[in-house]
């Protein structure tokens, strides 16, 4: 495997559901993320872990939860999530400890009936 | 309010022609620009960057210009081809591990 892989591909779930999305980067790089897209919105930021330790949290709800065991691999646990938070989930990874370049993932589609 | 405007939300060129993708921002502090190109059912893949000491920098087909006055910058891609049909980002970095990101032009190479 080479780069920033994502698994599943493809989810769907309902709003009681639990479910995770993982994400390892075969990179070498400092620094994992996660970000959002929506239809005809920017991507937006959610987590970023550097070493491990969470930097920042753009002010997500508490039904997405983050966790980086290593440097190599984040999750992102899902429970109870609305409709709305259908969207594009993209992990990426960056070596430099400004996280001027990311290099992204293949992400998951998410749909929540 | 967006920090950074691609207001073009597609582009159909020739191939063989250039292509030129725009994008503005608003922050006079931005110090360092990207470029991702992204195609359906895939991740962004970083294309080109440019900092805020250079106005041009090159890589093969793709040039992007900065013009810092105007915050402005644009990525030309010359000659086109239609494996470059995709949709282009623009992203700009805010610091801190922050790239904040345009919602992207589709361009369409016809062949």
């Known amino acids: 495997e080479t780069g920033v892989t994502q698994t599943p591909r493809h989810l769907v779930m309902g709003m009681t559901n639990k479910k995770s999305l993982k994400c390892e980067q075969h990179?070498?790089?400092?620094?994992m993320y996660w970000y959002k897209q929506s239809a005809k919105k920017p991507l937006e930021l959610m987590f970023v872990y550097s070493l491990e330790e969470r930097v920042e949290n753009n002010s997500v709800p508490s039904r997405f939860s983050p966790e980086c065991p290593n440097s190599s691999h984040l999750f992102l646990h899902l429970h109870t999530l609305q409709p709305e938070d259908s969207a594009l989930y993209l992990c990426?990874?960056?070596?430099?400890?400004?996280?001027?370049?990311?290099?992204f993932g293949p992400g998951t589609r998410l749909l929540v009936l | 309010d967006q920090q950074v405007k691609q207001n073009s939300p597609s582009l159909s060129v020739q191939e063989g022609r250039i292509s030129i993708l725009n994008c503005d921002y608003t922050n006079s502090m931005f110090d360092y620009f990207l470029w991702y190109k992204k195609y359906p059912a895939e991740g962004p893949t970083f294309l080109i960057s440019?900092?805020?000491?250079?106005d041009k920098n090159e890589d093969g087909r793709f040039t992007v210009f900065l013009n810092k006055s105007a915050k402005h910058l644009s990525l030309h891609i010359v000659p086109s081809q239609p494996g470059d049909s995709a949709v282009y980002f623009c992203a700009v970095w805010a610091g801190s591990y922050q790239l904040t990101f345009g919602k992207g032009t589709k361009l369409s190479v016809i062949p």
């Open positions: 990179l070498g790089h400092n620094a």
């Open positions: 990426a990874s960056s070596q430099d400890d400004r996280g001027e370049t990311q290099y």
């Open positions: 440019i900092s805020s000491i250079k």
